[in-house]
């Protein structure tokens, strides 16, 4: 079973940005999906961007042009580039992979951003 464990997030003004990576404990050299999600308070778990083995990248709606993802085979890590922060995208942001059908989370890692 593979780890994935996030790191980046913090407090921020809106307007700023942050890096968020996702390492995971095995290879991801030939996962295909791997992707961040976010689940603010009282609301369910979404989307937020996916990036496939081939570099195929998908966002929702709500973050296109703000945030960039993107991964290092090598170093077995998912980034997610974060600019323009708005208040509304204060959430615990998750990564996942999907690993022969099986999916893997990781803790999540705080992102609160101030107005």
């Known amino acids: 079973q593979v780890q994935l464990v996030e790191s980046g997030g913090g407090l921020v003004q809106a307007g700023g940005s942050l890096r968020l990576s996702c390492a995971a404990s095995?290879?991801?050299?030939?996962?295909?999906?791997m992707g961040w999600y976010r689940q603010a308070p009282g609301k369910q778990r979404e989307l937020v961007a996916t990036i496939t083995s081939a570099g195929s990248t998908n966002y929702a709606e709500s973050v296109k042009g703000r945030f960039i993802i993107s991964r290092d085979n090598a170093k077995n890590t998912v980034y997610l580039e974060m600019n323009s922060l708005k208040p509304e995208d204060t959430a615990l942001y998750y990564c996942r992979e999907t690993r022969n059908g099986y999916i893997s989370w990781g803790q999540g890692t705080q992102v609160t951003v101030s107005s």
């Open positions: 095995r290879s991801i050299f030939s996962v295909n999906a």
